[in-house]
């Protein structure tokens, strides 16, 4: 089955920088992947998908890179701010399984003011 | 915000009791989902739905069972709780295509379980 490793060590970066996260797999390319936020105690929300064809997607603050070669996306907060600090989840869309989603461990992101 | 709920929000019991935890969305999703998540732990899948009378296991063996007779309602029932089933239990629904255009899902606040 895929595997996905997010990076386990926090994340803390200064209020106004980029913060960069990676998500690698292991196994096949996914056809989708896709970045969810969840704050302690809460359940996840929905941030960005992108598809295995496309190369970079945005939304505001937020960008996702997907490299199907080196089996690997990044994710990006531009401009950070103290209310971007969160744990940032990525998960692959198993497709040929009926579209279940397999989840990394996450990456918790502090932005300090 | 997404509208699905679940009850309870913390729940604390003693071994052996039978429990349920309830899951309703008002979106009218044919999918919905259960996890497991222990603290700083990734989501495992333990049961998910495609629809009124489906129900499959997920990737994560389980003891708990589940039953969809309506759209909108998944409940999961511990027939006997156990100290290894001490953890924070997520729902989740999702619908073809969805607004990304690929299922994403929708997660409740989840419920938080602790068997003494």
């Known amino acids: 089955s895929q595997k996905i490793e997010q990076n386990s060590e926090a994340l803390n970066i200064q209020e106004g920088k980029t913060a960069t996260l990676t998500c690698n797999y292991t196994n096949y390319s996914p056809a989708y992947l896709q970045w969810y936020r969840q704050d302690p105690g809460r359940g996840p929300v929905f941030l960005l998908l992108i598809r295995e064809n496309e190369k970079e997607k945005r939304k505001e603050r937020l960008k996702v890179t997907f490299d199907t070669t080196l089996k690997q996306s990044l994710f990006h907060i531009t401009a950070s701010q103290p209310a971007d600090s969160a744990t940032y989840l990525c998960a692959l869309d198993e497709q040929a399984a009926g579209n279940k989603l397999t989840f990394g461990g996450g990456t918790r992101v502090l932005v300090k003011p | 915000e997404a509208d699905i709920y679940q009850t309870p929000r913390y729940l604390v019991i003693g071994t052996g009791k039978k429990i349920t935890l309830e899951c309703s969305q008002t979106m009218g999703h044919d999918k919905m989902y259960w996890y497991q998540q222990d603290p700083g732990m990734e989501l495992h899948l333990i049961h998910y739905?495609?629809?009124?009378?489906?129900?499959e296991k997920g990737d994560l063996s389980s003891e708990s069972t589940v039953s969809r007779i309506r759209t909108e309602h998944f409940p999961l029932t511990l027939e006997s709780a156990r100290p290894s089933h001490t953890s924070q239990y997520l729902c989740?629904?999702?619908?073809?295509?969805?607004?990304?255009?690929?299922?994403?899902?929708?997660f409740g606040p989840g419920t938080r379980l602790t068997v003494l």
């Open positions: 989740a629904s999702s619908e073809y295509p969805g607004t990304s255009g690929h299922n994403e899902q929708f």
């Open positions: 739905s495609y629809g009124v009378n489906s129900t």
